[in-house]
């Protein structure tokens, strides 16, 4: 019990002790000082000649976005054709077929908007080829997206008045080659040493001890898992993620993909505050993310260690905490730590199935998700911070009577009207999509059997399940409740709207806001200005994320989590 | 007419019009400009509905607690017109004490040289009048001939009368105001009905008030939340369905109307017109919102030496002998030479020699010719029966005299004139017959009080600038004894322009105060322009607030005035979301302690029923509206310590005591309502 509490201490405090010099060192590469890892420097001019790119190219924010938006679109419709005929393509030695297209539809939305929400199995519905040149391709390339959009924010307020944020292209280029090869390179190497296969070869024909005779997959799987968690991505190379053995082999490969996840969502607030040059705000804001991070830890990991009171009463030990559908070889209390990590973060991997978490737990992976705010998504977690940011800065700047201002430039009716249509947006998909399908539920039980039913448990945690479907598209995240039959026309439809918008309206606004900002006067700080890099204005911040975010969901979650917790 | 006439908040009459407004202003059409009661409108008007239906079916609960609920939200929508009715009611009372004073006054209308007598209101832009000694001038206008005292008491409540005069600075007469001598023909500058204080009034009484943009954003703000809480209710249903949990009409209602931001919704106009209220109170003119709420955000401040900084004029403090000569002797012909000066600083040398035992009377001025000052011989006296002739005058001037007649310039006197100079003093050098005899020092008197209001400005983050006409080793003295951080001096008309316009150009907002035809471009310039109401008539139009006072030190409290407007927004905008935790907790267990049992850990106030849970909430959502009106009128008081410690108090206050007080207020409320429900 001890070394597992003991486990997750060290996973924390080894993601804190990475993020800060990672911080310094994605802030430097965003500003083109000299790093060590120049030596890319020919690969990237190679891809800038061959793409006709002129990386020093400075763009406005609409230009940027335009950039944005429209190599999406274009890696959309490059999924969806290797996915159709991904059958008659190379590197598939299981003889995989291509995808239906809906299916592909769905697959590719996911992917692209950086959910990795799965309605597939990749042992089965997808080829070696699929998996490197779709799934991983998009896990390097969307995640780089985030951190690119990121990067054009940190430029806009960086400046003191600036017309342009700095070259989509480029960005996206550098976080590629200088921030997740790298880095996915080492945990990669170190995946392959536990056991994570790494090759080309079809299915394993093995024969267990039983005498049986088991077709085990493997494939390229060390490639794409470090990308997968760094990247906030979660799209499991194996159906069950990583609570598969080969994708998860062991403790210690436990511990660095679990680290793994909030390593660069944490560097990258370290890395704005070098980036503007205001390391204490940087670190402010670290601070309240960690805090709430922290708050989600000492919630979950008890309650999985603790085990279920209704097993107790029925007399069955549980030293082991509550182990259903938990792996052995994690323990709860790692679980219990990861799957706070993957709800923070847009990551949505799991080494155990949420659905089986405590209520309690439950909630507190879900909030986590509806907040999506608490170091978030690489890029755009800091981005949906940011939007809060505004909000509170405009209530407190009046508290201090003063028109508001962010970075020295001042918040007006133009910045506060995107910044809360985007904070909006979130509460309203989750709910709206939640009540239309209880809606559904209720009122057209014929149909809802005719689509396979939904829910495998009625109740509280029926609901549960499908707040919990809503919650982990809008957060991007693709983590499930796998209680719901999710691969249906409903869900794939539904969730595939809810995933296009709060990818792109989001990124879309708080790109404006950042565009929009820059171009004001710069207000240099007076004694009357508030100082936005202080404890208060961190609790305030807090504040309004808990109140404006968190509480819109009281009510769904009183019916559901709640009365869940409360009936056990 | 100052404020300390103003000691109650509310008084009779402009109760009873606020109330008969309150119902006047539920009309819809004028509602729709606040999205949040508005959509409290809808929801009562839906309630009233749900009332008469109750009254014969039983599926939405009991008839009594359906019209108690309607009755709330209805009394809700009057606590938030009555908190607007009220504000302009105040408003409009103090403008309408003003306008009081221009009322019909017969007016002598110059017509082809002739004086025809008609009434104010006929007068039109351009008309020219004449006042005579005991005339109440009719109209606002700009003197063109003529020179008179007047009793401006009626505006400023001052009563020292001034003098105003055709030509430079002080040629501006307000309609009111009563001519005590002289004579003065004067042209009519404004249509009637549109004077300053007619463009006020009708800002205060709503006629063309605009939203400030600052009002825009936080009306957005509010409105998203509104959005918000709306889809939160929406959404409540088929999950309730879903739980096989039925909410009657009357929770929802009362869960959406607790939820979105009333307190602030139904304040936020109030506070609005009390922030230009205050103004006025403060004899300030403005011409829009929006330019107490700039003020609130001003960074420097421009502020004339004279009559801010300093009192008036110098006043003489030392005689300066030299060249061996007595020191009674000297401060005698001192006096001598400033019998006929008027100037404040010839009256000071006067003042200061009587302190010393020197009386006019005892000095031979029978039968002596006085010299005025003028331009080319920049000096002044006295030339005595005995022929003994005493000039005054600027160093260079007297210095010019003594070397002229072949009498040389004693080094002494030049160490005096350093001495005096380095101490921000003027000297004015002193010549009997031709020969130096002293130095007379001139000093500057700060005004008692000002560092501290510097100080005061500081923390605020205010930068306070002293423009003044002195020489710059005079105008840092001043500026280090007085506490501004910086000076211009040798000021000329352009160097201020120049000055705001450096500022602005690093993203500072400018407030400066002024009254001449020149300063007319700064003020129009300045982010705030305050233009004295003595002040000519181009003055006024460039500026965006008339100062009725004529007080220079008023800019200091127009930018508290602007930010206690601004704080008060933000401080009950805090209280009003940290509200929603609360209301949440009494709500939410009310509705499913039915259905859902184990939901009942969640009412951790304990509170009576589901029914009296609801009534409570929404009771005392009502109540904290006119609760909360003092403070929406009297605006939260600023402290100048610093932005971050600001932010710290007014988020205890206003951020916790918002989480705190309600779950106390309903509790309490419950306790008497659970008697019935």
Redesign the interface.
Known sequence: MNTEILGVVAQIVLMIVLSYPFGKYMARVYKGEKVWSDFMQPVENLIFRFSGIHPQEEMNWKQFLKALLVVNLFWFIWGMILLVIQGSLPLNPDGNGGQTVHQAFNTCISFMVNCNEQHYSGESNLTYFTQLFVIMLFQFITAATGMAAMAGIMKALGEKTTKTIGNFWNYLVLSCTRILLPLSLVVGFILITQGTPMGFDGKMEITTLEGVTQHVSQGPAAAIIPIKQLGTNGGGYYGVNSSHPLENPTYLSNMVECCSILILPMAMVFAFGFYVKRRKLGYSIYCVMLAAFLIGVCVNVPAEMKGNPRMDAMGIAQDNGAMEGKEVRLGAGATGLWIVATTVTSNGSVNGMHDSTMPVSGMIEMLNMQINTWFGGVGVGWMNYFTFII?AV??????????PEFL?HK???RE??VA??V??LH??VI??G???A??L???APEWVESEGGWLNNPG?H??SEMLYEFTSVAANNGSGFEGLGDNTWFWNISCGIVLILSRFIPIVGQVAIAGLLAQK????E??????TD?V??G??TF?VIF??AA??F???H??ST??EH??L | MKNKNHTSLFQREQVMESLKQSFVKLNPRIMVKNPIMFTVEVATLIMLVVTLYSATHTSQGSFVYNLWVFVILFLTLLFANFAEAIAEARGKAQADSLRKTREETPAKLIVDGKVKTVSSSQLKKGDVFECEAGDVIPADGEIIEGLASIDESAITGESAPVIREAGGDKSSVTGGTKVLSDRIKVTVTTQPGESFLDKMIALVEGASRQKTPNEIALTILLAVFTLVFLIVCITLKPMADYSHTVITIAAFLSLFVCLIPTTIGGLLSAIGIAGMDRALRANVITKSGKAVETAGDVDTLLLDKTGTITIGNRKATAFYPVAGMDKHAFVEACLLSSVSDDTPEGKSIIELGRELGVRMRTLPTEGARMIQFTAETKCSGIDLKDGTEIRKGAFDAIRRIALEAGNEFPEETEDIIRKISGNGGTPLVVSINRQIAGVIELQDIIKPGIEERFERLRKMGVKTVMVTGDNPLTAKYIAEKAGVDDFIAEAKPEDKMNYIKKEQAAGKLVAMMGDGTNDAPALAQANVGVAMNSGTQAAKEAGNMVDLDNDPTKLIEIVEIGKQLLMTRGTLTTFSIANDVAKYFAIIPALFMVTVPQLAPLNIMGLHSPESAILSAIIFNALIIPILIPLALKGVAYKPIGASALLRRNLLIYGVGGLIVPFIGIKLIDLFVGLFF
């Open positions: 909000i405009f209530i407190s700047g009046l508290m201090v009577g003063r028109t020295c918040v007006e009716a506060m009207k809360s249509m904070a909006l509460p309203f709910l709206v939640t009540a239309l209880a809606y539920y209720v009122h509280f029926g609901l006067t710069y207000i240099p007076s004694a009357g200005t508030l100082k202080t208060t204005f609790v305030m504040a109140i404006v509480l819109s009281f009510p769904a009183a019916l709640i009365a409360f009936s």
